[in-house]
Structures are given as C-alpha cells and as structure tokens.
C-alpha cells in the first residue's frame, strides 16, 4: 500500500480540486432541477474529456414514484423570483444576486401590483392570532417557516418571509452567521390537502432591520414576484467507472445537489470523487499501478434521493464489495471548521472495510516529517463511531448490505448557508481526503492477503480505541455495572464478524483467520478482568420479534401518514421521545430498523441500540417498532 499511497498523493493536483469545486459550485443544484441536470452534464463532459467511461442515468420526479423507501416529488424550475418593501423602498431579496434568498421549491407567485405584509412578532402558536385576518397576505416570521404552516393552510395567507438560522448544529450561532442566508427549501409531498405556497429567506442583519419598520404598524406594503414551476420530470445520477476483470465493483459516492454555492457541501465531494478517478486512469495508463481487478465506480447523486432511486435499479448489492461516501471534505480547519471524520459502519454492518477506510487514512496522514524525521499529519483528522446523515445510511442498512463508510467534515460554520462559497474551501485538505478516497477504492479493488495483514494490525488499534471509550463510559457511570457484559459482547462480536466479512471478497488462509479472532476474544477478556466486569446475560423482557417488510431505510415516516391518520398519535408520541435525545438521536432511527431482522428480540434490539449509542433507548425502540407495525412496515413473527 506504500508505494500505491505515494504514487496517488504525487499525482493529485490541488489546483484541478479547486478548479472542479469552482465550476460545480456555478451550478444552482437543487434536487430534481434543471440547474442539478446542468452540474451532471458538466460533470460528466468533465469525464468524457480525461476519456473515462461515463453516462447519465435518468429517474422519473413523480410524487406517484417510490425508489426503495423514498417517494419521488415534482422536478422544479427557478427563472427569477424577487421581493421589495414599498416604505421604505428596499429590496428583500433576489434570486438573481443570491439563489438561496428564495425557499426553495416555491410554487410561482405575482404581486407586482403589492401584497399586504404581517409580522407574527408572538411566536408559532396559533391561538395568539385568533383574531388577526391573514387571508391573501405575506408572513415574516423569525423561526423555521414550517412551525407556522397553518398561517397559510387555516388562515389564508400566500407565503413566509423568514430570517431563521439554524444554530443548532454544532455550537454556531445566529451572531456568527448574522449576514448570511439559511438554504431552506419545501420538501412537498403533493398531496390533495397540501398547500402551494412560496417563500424568501433574509439574513439575520436584514431580518432585524425589518422586524424594526414593523413597529407601531400592522401591516407593511410589499411587492414579490417568482417566476417558477414544478411538474413531472427527472432526476440524474452522473455514473462514471474504470472497468475492471470481474464484475464485482467498488464504489465512490457523492453527492451533487444543494444550492449555489454550497462548496464544502458538496461540491468538495464531488470533486474528490472525479480527482480520484482522474489520478487513478493516468497512473494506470502510465503503468505506475497495475490495472484495477475490479471496477471502480463514482456515481454523484442527488443526495439520498439519487441513492435510493440508483440503488432501486441497480439490486444486485453483492456484487459491491464496498463503498466510501463523500461528503463535506475540503473546508479550511480554522475555527469552527473540524476534522476530517471517517464515519465508521454501524454495528449491525460488521467489515473490515471500516479497517480498511481507517488504514488508507493512516497513510493519506503521512504528510511531512517532524523533527525526528517521522511522517506526521498537517490535516486534523479523526476515525468516529456511526452517525447517520448522509448516503452511507442507505448502502449500509443490512437489507443493501454495501459496507460503506463516509469521510466528512463537522461542524462546518457555514453548513446550509449563503456563506458555504470558495473562501472556505482549503485544496490541500480537500487533496487529503481525496488521497483517502482513491487509496481506498483502489486498495479494494486489488485486495490481497498482504495488505490484509496491514489492515488486520489497523483493526487492532481500532479495537483497543472502542475499549479504551468503553472503560472510559463505564468508570464515569455512563455504563451500568449490568449492562458491562452486554456492551462488551456486541463489542466482540462486531469484530469478529468484520474478520469472517474477509471471506465475502478473499479467501484467507484459516490459520490467519482463527489468530485474528482469538486476538479479539483475549482483548476482550483483558478489559472484563481489568474492570472485574460478571459474566451477566440481561433478561428478555419483550420477546416478540418482527421482520421488516421493506428493503433500505424509510427516508421519511410522513410519507406512509398520509394514508394511515390512526398513527399520527403514534407517530408524535415517538417524535416527542426523539426530539429529548437531541443530537444524539440523529440517526438513531435507522440504527433501530438495522435491527429488525426477524430474529432479534425487541429486548435484543434495545440492548443492541444501548450499545451503540450509549444510553437508555428503550422508549424509543418501543415507541418506534409500535408505529411501524402500525403502518405495516414490519410483521410480528412469533
């Protein structure tokens, strides 16, 4: 792996990163989009010029379409929308300076002639505007506009003005972000009773000096128009590959939506994505790395919906040994930027391909020598334990069985706003985690028993960092002393279940296999010595055991409501248990439905998530599988 990790950094070319993360930058990207369909054109004519075999696969965006477990919605097209207040006269907002001064996906509108403009200044409950009329009028308001929908399904009015920021991701806050611009899109299902509304988004700054021109009057007087439609159409998946000798394949992913600019999410994947496969067709063709054995494939999606709509038709998964999603991968580590994160599989996915993610990172960190000559890194970086949010979810759920890590960046200053443009983007760190990307694809498309070794020694390390976060949990009580035996079990077995996943792309010799699994057994041991942790099996409370009827995570439970109005106590009862988990809780309920395999006991599932996320979810796993069976989304199998 040394000499193809060498090769691979000499040959990757910061400035063509920047070059590509400026070009697909351009590109107002909005899924389902005639701006997302110009970004794939340019990315795949960017493919046909370096000579690699690429095309565009089409989708249908029909709201009567399910891929997997994501409903499809209406394809949207933004000409120009713009607002103005009449006094004083001040222009609020352009689409044609900023995109993402519009909520994306708004429905067309013309008030050219003026609309009266109301300001709900007493927050999101609608009892405090019991007696105020906003038929055919504009709202401003200052949080999530759709807290506030019943304004427009119960009270007439025709759209939202909002200076919202979402502060809550990571510890960035409204002050931070004051002159910038929230991405904030409707995300419409097109049912019979949805309404079709629009909206624009103000910054902070600007926000404030509204709500002032507001005091001590009811309404403002404000102009608007946007011209724009949703109707049937398409999405796209850019597929490019290196063709191998077999027909087992590797894949990069990325995603390719999200607004102009949005540089670090994603353009920064996407170029990676495409460097990788650039670096790797020259040294192939030069003959300084032999030829791939098995195809190398990047596909650049609309995030999620691309993955389910790709994966929908492209089933056979055993064919993919392996998967690295790219997402978020090239900001500058200054303050409020973080490490480049490679976020590890879920337990219920056990591979060494999350060693093996983990070793090409290891040597991407090779960077410069320090003072005693030894190869340290410049890029802060860092291996995690799962956490969902991206396209990794969907390759890694157990019904896909795509082992697929992803390398990200958080927390990101700039994330979902007007402000994730070039400044932010460093081309050394993006060149770092692309170095990643394209040692990893390649490594795993010629794997032999040699760098299994190397990959086996990683394996150790990673095993020794879980227990040292394990002793460390349960020494400051986050562990109970009955639930120790527990956590270290499904510790070990994971493990030992990424050492037999060997077997599903090499064969190794037993030998090599047995000493890796007794190592695991005997460092398992060590720390249950050490911390004199019983032997304790936890009793089976609930035994009932349930299958899923479905193949990839669900993308959105309000989808399947629609047509089931009895699981909507259910559903907020569930909602209510998520929304105290707070972050933590992100992804957890695709950690729960990992487990639902028909064989798992509701007591094991909870043990199971207890151990992934380090706390009490057994109210949530109840709370979850109830709902579910409600929707007939699984069986009960005893």
């Known amino acids: 792996m040394k000499h ?59 709201p009567d379409i399910w891929y997997l477990q994501n409903k499809m919605f209406m394809e949207w097209d933004l000409k120009h929308g713009w607002l103005q207040l009449q006094d004083p006269e001040m222009v609020l907002a352009d689409t044609s300076a900023e995109p993402v001064s519009i909520i994306q996906k708004s429905y067309p509108c013309d008030f050219t002639d003026g609309v009266d403009f109301v300001y709900l200044n007493k927050g999101n409950n609608p009892k405090e505007y019991e007696n105020l009329d906003l038929t055919g009028k504009l709202v401003f308001v200052r949080g999530p506009f759709a807290q506030y929908m019943w304004a427009v399904k119960d009270k007439g009015a025709v759209g939202f003005v909002t200076d919202f920021i979402n502060a809550g991701f990571g510890d960035r806050t409204r002050e931070q972000l004051y ?26 700054k600007m926000g404030d000096w509204l709500a002032k021109q507001f005091e001590g009057k009811e309404s403002l007087r404000c102009t608007c128009k946007i011209e724009a439609s949703l109707y049937p159409g398409k999405i796209e998946v850019v597929e490019a590959k290196l063709p191998g000798e077999t027909d087992e394949e590797v894949l990069i992913c990325a995603h390719l939506c999200h607004p102009k600019s949005s540089c670090n999410d994603n353009a920064s994947g996407v170029a990676a994505a495409i460097e990788s496969l650039t670096v790797l067709k020259q040294l192939m063709n030069e003959g300084k790395l032999p030829k791939n054995k098995r195809t190398i494939k990047v ?80 890029t802060n970086h860092t291996v995690e334990c799962f956490t969902g949010g991206s396209d990794h979810t969907v390759f890694s759920d157990p019904t896909i069985g795509i082992p697929c890590c992803m390398l990200g960046q958080w927390p990101d200053l700039n994330y979902h706003t ?34 299994c070794l190397e990959v086996q020694v990683k394996q150790h390390e990673l095993l020794n960092k879980r227990l040292n976060q394990f002793v460390n949990n349960y020494q400051n009580g986050l562990i109970k002393s009955q639930e120790a035996y527990t956590h270290l079990q499904h510790i070990k077995n994971y493990f030992i279940k990424s050492v037999d996943d060997y077997a599903r792309v090499i064969h190794l010799d037993e030998t090599m296999i047995n000493r890796e699994k007794k190592w ?31 193949v990839s995570p669900i993308q959105s439970l309000a989808e399947y ?41 509701i007591s094991d599932i909870i043990q199971c998530v207890n151990c992934d996320l380090v706390m009490d979810s057994e109210e949530i796993v109840v709370a979850y599988v109830a709902l579910l069976e409600n929707l007939n989304l699984v069986e009960n199998c005893k």
């Open 299 to 378: 596909i650049l999606v609309p995030e999620f919906t691309g993955t389910y709509a790709y994966l929908h038709d492209h089933n056979e998964y055993q064919k993919c040994v392996g998967a690295i999603n790219l997402d978020m991968v090239g900001g500058k580590q200054t303050r409020f930027y973080g490490p480049i994160t490679l976020t590890s599989l879920p337990y219920s996915t056990p591979s060494f391909i999350n060693d093996l993610s983990a070793l090409c990172m290891e040597y991407a960190s090779k960077e410069t020598p320090n003072l005693s000559d030894d190869m340290v890194a410049y």
């Open 520 to 550: 695991i057994e005997v460092s398992i041991e060590q720390v249950q010595q050490y911390l004199n942790i019983v032997d304790c099996e936890l009793e089976c409370k609930d035994e009932r055991v349930f299958k899923r009827t479905y």
């Open 179 to 204: 002159e910038s611009i929230n991405y904030t899109s409707f995300w419409w299902s097109h049912t019979e009773d949805e309404p079709k509304c629009f909206g624009f988004v103000l910054s902070p």
């Open 561 to 601: 409501l629609h047509n089931h109005e009895d699981a909507k106590d259910l559903h907020k009862a569930y909602t209510d248990k998520m929304s105290k988990l707070g972050f933590k809780g992100y992804g957890a309920a695709s950690l729960i439905e990992y487990y639902i395999d028909g064989k798992r006991t």
């Open 4 to 62: 193809y990790s060498e090769s691979i950094k000499k040959t990757i070319q910061q400035k063509r990163l920047y070059n590509l993360v400026k070009e697909v930058s351009s590109y107002h990207r909005i899924q389902a989009s005639t701006g997302f369909r110009e970004a794939a054109n340019y990315c795949k004519k960017m493919f046909d010029k370096l000579g690699i075999e690429a095309n565009i696969l089409s989708y249908d965006a029909n």
């Open 418 to 451: 007007a402000t994730d443009t070039l400044d932010v983007i460093d081309s050394a760190v993006l060149a770092y985690s692309c170095h990643i990307a394209t040692l990893y694809a390649y490594t795993l498309s010629n794997l032999d028993e040699k760098t």
